[in-house]
């Protein structure tokens, strides 16, 4: 009984060792998750920036991005990714984790971002082209509205980068590249279709060309080749 009465002692004072683990926390389902800001925080800040404020992708929140994507751009966006971009699926249907009702939420909250007031009376290109492009027409509207930052040729200049690098073009659809045209990227510098030119906004027509322009550089395997020899150093060519 001494015996017995020992180790019940000993067994209870090991509970308050240091270092014991505590118990475990309870862990939320992923598909309980509800909140639309627990969401975007998990699922969209990383590319889209805190509150949709832009970073490595479009800014969520821009007025002009709102005013062309409608409700079901963003659904299907979200819920499907963009084939042949970063932009990857997030529905369970599709592979990823979240459920119908928290992809309806997140489309909820982004739209609450929107505000049209700052476009009332503006006359906003819409979200799809209506017409084929002509890439002879848009090399003219490129170097009207478009080279002074973006450089001749669209290779990049002192304000803003190369459009027409194979890389760039690799990682955005010819869809993504209306979309920046139309809104811009505010949070890079970079203005919407009313500020390349003061007082002479892009048309619809205009913002057609230009894409289909830039689209033509795309190229099927972008990337540089190894000069020739490059890796044979050593022996046996190890690259």
Known sequence: MAL????????????????????VPSV????????FTA???????????????GGAAIALADPVYLAIAD???????????????PMPAFVESAGGMLTEQQINTLVEGIREWARPAELAGVNVPPYSAGAPGDPKRGA???????ASCHGPGG???KKAGSVVDPSFLALVSKQGLRTIVIAGRPDLGAPDWRGDVPGHPMTDQDITDVVSWI?????AYPGQPYP????????????
Not at 215 to 219: D, G, R
């Open 155 to 157: 290779r990049g200049g």
């Open 228 to 239: 020739a020899g490059a890796g044979n150093e050593s022996e046996g060519g190890n690259q």
């Open 71 to 85: 409700n079901h751009v963003l659904r299907r966006a979200i819920s499907d990714g963009i084939s042949g971009t």
């Open 215 to 219: 689209e033509a550089h795309h190229t």
């Open 28 to 35: 939320l389902k992923t598909g309980r998750v509800t909140s």
């Open 140 to 146: 003219q509207a490129y170097a009207t509205f478009c």
């Open 39 to 53: 969401l975007y925080a998990h699922n969209c800040a990383a590319c889209h920036g805190v509150q949709g404020r």
């Open 4 to 23: 017995a009465l020992a180790m019940t002692i000993a067994t209870a004072g090991c509970s308050g060792l240091p270092g014991r683990p505590g118990p």
